[in-house]
């Protein structure tokens, strides 16, 4: 099916480097961007949606969720979770490791144990797009004892994380270095839990002198989650390490000001990604993507163009994926919203900058629409975008 949308007012490319671009409309053919500013004679198209001048930008990514069983998650007993958060503007989300699976007893995880949690996530949860969501799966939580053949079977299985969580950093850090050397050797990234202990109780502290030598690919939630390091250990992370830096929802909103605004004194935003580390302890949020957005960027002085770039681009580029960047030939995952009758703003750069929450009326994913006149998760926008031609009431919103 191919897909023209026309009358775009703002058009974000979820590319820091030039967030925003003077694209008026898109052609999207075999689930991805064909053409950017299609010539009239190319502007044939199965379906046309008129933007009425509102905005496009990529769908937002998720660097840090805690799934277990598909829609299901026990951590808050909530249903329909990943469905409500595609109506939040979420269309890919990377699992920081799946260990709300009830009953699970932190204090006696076994290499064989976890291995097996991160093959089974990985060929269930993993295996399906849930209400139509990229959802990354099968993450693996690290525990002493694994050997290389653990690693393969994960590699074989198709795990793509690693996660240090209940690892208990100590004085002999050659197990957790020939880790991160595995991982590596077969594709797979390492993400590390930082901060004072999660919810569970059962991590440890860990802070600038563990990252300094772990060298992980992303340190998560760096801002807390829910605990902060401490403010010289965010400051030395910030100037003595290379790797990406995330921030979560779970976080503290001081520790991330100061994070943010480092990053930005030294020109490193690429490095900074977001994530809502849910469902978990800071419950199910469905547009906490959307609340990162608004907080570094009415708080923390991004423009609105770099803010989605990080909840887009830069994020998907630290976990490996191709998705986040509207650009021609990349996967057709957009998000077609503007600024809410009533907001501050009269645009959705100008909504975002005071704060306000976009109003949201079309989800794409791999040039397919799962979400339809409007979301369910936010208010409609002022200006609400509409199918043309004799398609319209052609697509109905898909029941999750
Ligand atoms: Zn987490």
């Not at 144990?113 to 060929?123: E, G, I």
Request: net charge negative; glycine share 12%.
């Amino acid at each position: 099916m191919s897909i023209l949308i026309r009358n775009i007012g703002e058009f974000f490319t979820g590319d820091l480097a030039q967030p925003t671009a003077a694209v008026r409309s898109i052609l999207i053919s075999g689930g991805r961007i064909a053409i950017l500013n299609p010539p009239a004679h190319e502007c044939k198209a199965d379906t046309v949606l008129d933007a009425a001048g509102g905005a496009v930008m990529p769908g937002l990514v998720d660097g840090h969720v805690h799934p277990v069983f598909g829609e299901w998650t026990p951590a808050q007993d909530c249903i329909g979770w990943i469905g409500n958060y595609l109506h939040g503007g979420t269309t890919t989300m990377i699992s920081a490791g799946e260990l709300h699976i009830p009953g699970l007893d932190y204090d006696n995880l076994t290499p064989e144990l976890v291995t097996s949690l991160a093959v089974v996530t990985a060929a269930t949860t993993g295996r399906v797009r849930w209400s139509g969501v990229k959802l990354q799966a099968g993450t693996v939580l690290l525990v002493p004892g694994l050997t290389e053949s653990h690693f393969d079977r994960l590699a074989a299985a198709g795990v793509k994380w690693v996660k240090f969580l209940f690892y208990p950093f100590g004085q002999d850090t050659s197990e957790a270095r020939n880790y991160v050397v595995w991982s590596h050797a077969r594709n797979m990234r390492v993400k590390v839990h930082t901060g004072g202990v999660s919810r569970s109780g059962a991590s440890v502290v860990c802070g600038y002198d563990v990252l300094s030598w772990l060298q992980p690919d992303v340190a998560a939630h760096v801002s807390g989650g829910p605990i902060p390091m401490s403010d010289e250990d965010i400051d030395a992370v910030v100037d003595r390490t290379s790797f990406a830096l995330e921030v979560c929802s779970s976080g503290n909103y001081r520790s991330t000001h100061r994070l943010v605004e480092r990053l930005m004194s030294r020109r490193e935003l690429s490095r900074l990604t977001l994530g809502t580390d849910t469902p978990g302890g800071t419950g199910v949020i469905p547009r906490g993507m959307l609340r990162n957005i608004l907080y570094i960027a009415s708080m923390c002085n991004l423009t609105a163009g770099q803010a989605i770039a990080v909840a887009t681009g830069n994020t998907a580029r630290a976990h490996g994926l191709d998705v986040g960047v509207l650009a021609e030939g990349r996967p057709a995952d957009i998000v077609v919203c503007g600024s809410i009758k009533g907001s501050a703003g009269t645009t959705l750069s100008d909504a975002i900058a005071h704060g306000d929450l976009p109003g949201i009326t079309h989800v794409i994913i791999d040039g397919q629409f799962v979400v339809t006149e409007r979301s369910r998760q936010t208010p409609p926008p002022a200006s609400r975008a509409f199918f043309c031609c004799c398609d319209t009431g052609k697509f109905e919103a898909r029941s999750v």
